[in-house]
C-alpha cells in the first residue's frame, strides 16, 4: 500500500493498492477492529491523495509513463514516416530485430513486471516470451542463429545474464556472481557472450561462452568503466566496441 490519507472524520485511512498495473483505492479502520474495504479502481497508479473538508469528495492524480516501438522504412528514397509498431498502455522498449529479419523481441510491461514479448515483423502475433514468475527480465539480443536471445534479469536475487530459447521456455542462467552483470550481446559467430559487471568493483566488459555456465567469465577490459555495457563485436570478429 501507498499513498495515504485520512478520511475527513479521522477514523480510517485512504490508501492505494497498486496491482498488475492498475490502482485501487481501500479504507482502513484505525481501530483493531474492522477490516480494511475496497471501495473502488482509481486507474494505474493514483498518488496524491487529497479528501475534500466534508469528506463527500477525493482530489488525486493518475500518473504513469507509456513508451511504444516505432519503426521507419529506410528504402523508400524519401523522408520515411514513423509507424507505431507495437503499443499497450505501458513500457514497450528496446526492439532488436532477429537476423532474418522476420520476428522482433521487446521489453513491455503491461502487468507492472518487466518482461519480454515477441512478435511478427508486421507487429502480429504479439505473444510473452518470459512469465510473471520471472520478475524483471530486459535488454534482450537474439543469437546470430535467431535459435536463442541472450537477456539480462532479477530472477534469482541478482542481476544475472540468461539465454532462453526463441521459441519460449525456461531461461538458463549463465552468471551467478552476487553482484550486477547485465546488458549482454553475442560474439559474430555466437560462441560467446558480452556483458558489462561491476565484480571487480567498477563495471567493466567480461564475455563467457554461451554454451555454458558460472564460473566461465572472462575479463575484457581493465580500464575504463563501462557502465552503460553497450559492447558489440565487430562483423569479422576483430573488434569490440563498447561505451564508456
Known amino acids: 500500500a ?16 497498486e496491482r498488475e498495473g492498475a490502482a485501487d483505492l481501500w ?20 498518488v496524491d491523495l487529497a479528501v475534500s473538508p ?6 488525486y492524480s493518475d500518473f504513469y509513463r507509456d513508451a511504444d516501438i516505432w519503426r521507419l522504412e529506410l528504402n523508400q528514397g524519401r523522408a520515411p514516416k514513423p509507424i507505431r509498431y507495437v503499443s499497450s498502455t505501458r513500457l514497450d522498449l528496446s526492439p532488436p530485430i532477429s537476423p532474418d529479419g522476420k520476428r522482433i523481441v521487446f521489453t513491455s510491461l503491461p502487468s507492472g513486471s518487466s518482461q519480454l ?74 560462441k560467446w557472450i558480452y556483458f558489462a559487471s561491476n565484480r571487480t568493483g567498477e563495471f567493466r566488459i567480461w564475455k563467457m561462452p554461451s554454451s555454458q555456465g558460472p564460473g566461465s567469465e572472462v575479463q575484457v577490459t581493465k580500464k575504463g568503466s563501462a557502465r552503460l555495457g553497450l559492447a558489440f563485436e565487430s562483423t569479422d570478429g576483430k573488434f569490440l566496441y563498447y561505451s564508456v
Do not use: M
Open 2 to 17: 501507498s499513498f495515504l490519507t485520512w478520511t475527513a472524520e479521522g477514523r480510517e485511512l485512504l490508501c492505494v493498492r
Open 27 to 46: 479504507r482502513i479502520p484505525v481501530a483493531e477492529s474492522g477490516s480494511a474495504r475496497l471501495v473502488s479502481a482509481i486507474g494505474r497508479a493514483g
Open 54 to 59: 466534508l469528506g463527500d469528495k477525493l482530489a
Open 117 to 190: 514479448w515477441v512478435a511478427d515483423s508486421d507487429g502480429s502475433n504479439v505473444a510473452p516470451l518470459t512469465r510473471p514468475k520471472q520478475p524483471v527480465a530486459g535488454a534482450p539480443r537474439w543469437s546470430p542463429d535467431g535459435a536463442q536471445i541472450a537477456f539480462d534479469g532479477l530472477i534469482e536475487g541478482d542481476f544475472d545474464i540468461y539465454v532462453i530459447s526463441a521459441a519460449g521456455g525456461k531461461p538458463r542462467r549463465l552468471t551467478a556472481d552476487p553482484v550486477t552483470d547485465a546488458v549482454p550481446s553475442w560474439s559474430h559467430d555466437g
